[in-house]
């Protein structure tokens, strides 16, 4: 059961988020990195943030930091701050988990979610990167 | 730096003038928001008597940082314009709860303010801090803050116990969140201690 509380908290349990597929929302680069290297510019990190929704009554929502890392040759989107949400994680008696916790299990679920493809498609789609070779 | 706070009667005039003038500075020429502007100040029907500015200023007079705070038993942004970021729950109408608003803390002579910017200096942090004790001595137990995902940030990144209420919405291209501020975990005092 997912229920919306008057303190503004979704509250479910752990399984039930599990349970629960999420969508992509929207992805944005930080505002003070470019989006267009011209020639000779280079950027030594893009970071950014990404939204993923539930299609739940009432929505879950989640959001995440993230920066892009050179990896064996390969560009990889690595979350770089805890999940920011609206959900309170409840027990089997509905008594909540508290924000620690919920947030610790939190950051367990979003680094299962297979994220980083459709936030990399994203970004793609959303700004245009010049890429210079030299 | 300073931060005073007041509403138009309890402000000083040019502070009043400087404010609105540097509202349309940050959030209509460097961010591109479409408000409702008057020769190069931005004030909306949610600037009334009763509002209650926190104000940044440093010494030479320039503003560095303003916020915006209205009580919930009259009208207020979120109700009356953005009420789709509340995710379904029933508007706040209650004086223990306080809206939080227009959150800048742009030094205007630096850097073009990014979204990111903005939310991230120790002006912010201090002007977030100011703006709820204001908020707390007026009796607010809650706010409810509109603003750009980058207040979140900030308030996650200076461990402000805050969360959000419901999912992003686009608007202008911006999007724009509703977060929930508990004073009483938030409250810095005087000492500066929570």
């Known amino acids: 059961m997912i229920t919306?509380?008057?303190?503004?908290?979704?509250?479910?349990?752990?399984?039930?988020?599990?349970?629960?597929p999420f969508t992509h929302l929207l992805s944005g680069l930080d505002d003070d990195q470019p989006g267009n290297l011209r020639q000779g510019e280079s950027t030594s990190t893009i970071s950014g943030y990404t939204e993923w929704v539930s299609s739940t009554i009432p929505a879950i929502t989640l959001g995440w930091d993230w920066r892009v890392e050179a990896l064996r040759g390969?560009?990889?989107?690595?979350r770089t701050s805890p999940p920011r949400g609206n959900l309170m994680l409840v027990d089997s008696r509905n008594h909540d988990l508290g924000s620690d916790r919920t947030?610790?299990?939190?950051?367990?679920?979003?680094?299962?979610?297979?994220?980083?493809?459709?936030?990399?498609?994203?970004?793609?789609?959303?700004?245009?990167?010049?890429?210079?070779?030299? | 730096m300073d931060v005073v706070s007041g509403t138009q009667e309890g402000l000083l005039p040019e502070l009043c003038s400087k404010?609105?003038?540097?509202?349309?500075?940050?959030?209509?020429e460097r961010l591109g928001w479409q408000l409702p502007t008057s020769d190069g100040a931005e004030l909306d029907q949610f600037d009334r008597p009763d509002t209650i500015y926190v104000v940044a200023q440093e010494s030479d007079g320039?503003?560095?940082?303003?916020?915006?705070?209205?009580?919930?038993?009259?009208?207020?942004?979120?109700?009356?314009?953005?009420?789709?970021?509340?995710?379904?729950?029933?508007?706040?109408?209650s004086p223990d709860v306080w809206e939080l608003s227009r959150f800048s803390a742009t030094d205007l002579t630096g850097q073009l303010p990014t979204a990111r910017g903005q939310f991230s200096s120790p002006v912010a942090v201090r002007l977030l801090q100011a703006s709820i004790a204001c908020?707390?001595?007026?009796?607010?137990?809650?706010?409810?803050?509109?603003?750009?995902?980058g207040v979140e940030r900030l308030l996650q990144k200076a461990r402000f116990h805050a969360y959000r209420a419901g999912p992003p919405v686009v608007v202008d291209g911006h999007p724009i969140i509703a977060c929930w501020i508990e004073v009483e975990t938030n409250y810095v005092g005087p000492d500066g201690n929570r």
């Open chain 1, 74 to 78: 390969k560009l990889k989107y690595r």
């Open chain 2, 62 to 93: 320039r503003i560095v940082g303003c916020a915006r705070l209205l009580p919930t038993t009259r009208p207020y942004l979120l109700a009356e314009v953005f009420p789709q970021l509340l995710n379904g729950l029933p508007l706040p109408r």
């Open chain 2, 19 to 28: 404010v609105a003038r540097y509202r349309h500075q940050v959030f209509v």
């Open chain 1, 103 to 134: 947030l610790s299990l939190l950051e367990v679920e979003v680094d299962a979610l297979n994220w980083q493809e459709e936030t990399a498609k994203a970004i793609s789609a959303r700004y245009v990167f010049v890429t210079c070779q030299g």
């Open chain 2, 135 to 149: 908020a707390a001595s007026h009796g607010a137990r809650r706010l409810i803050t509109v603003s750009p995902i």
């Open chain 1, 4 to 20: 919306l509380c008057e303190d503004g908290y979704v509250r479910l349990t752990l399984a039930t988020l599990q349970a629960t």
